[in-house]
């Protein structure tokens, strides 16, 4: 498993942006990166693949955040982004890094949190309109 901490949530308006990182401890050789988020409601332990990196480059996303957010990672500072740009208010929820040889194959799928190798603790993030 890979240790990792996200940072960068907060608040922004409907139209804003904000930058999520994540800071990644371990050997990522065998891993994709990716962030999920969980919005509260029934299935507390279920999140929701949203963009994914994996090994050489390549990204995923799901459909309602392409164009909207931009995943990269600088394996320098060992640290994963997420850029959220023209938010809106149903971006709000708590946003999760993630690791896992085969996470490209769960972006938009809800998976439940024991499925994937690796979480942070979660940041939260709040879009008002």
């Known amino acids: 498993q890979l240790q990792l901490a996200e940072s960068g949530g907060g608040s922004a308006q409907a139209g804003g942006s904000l930058r999520l990182s994540c800071s990644v401890r371990?050997?990522?050789?065998?891993?994709?990166l990716g962030w999920f988020r969980h919005i509260p409601g029934p299935g507390a332990n279920d999140r929701e693949g949203l963009a994914v990196i994996d090994g050489t480059g390549a990204t995923y996303y799901t459909t309602f955040v392409k164009g909207r957010f931009t995943i990269s990672v600088d394996m320098n500072r060992n640290t994963l982004y997420l850029q959220m740009s023209n938010l809106k208010p149903e971006d709000s929820a708590t946003y999760y890094c993630a690791a896992d040889p085969n996470l490209k194959h769960f972006v938009g799928r809800t998976m439940h949190r024991l499925a994937v190798d690796s979480w942070g603790q979660g940041t939260l993030v709040t879009v008002s309109s």
């Open positions: 371990g050997d990522t050789s065998r891993y994709a």
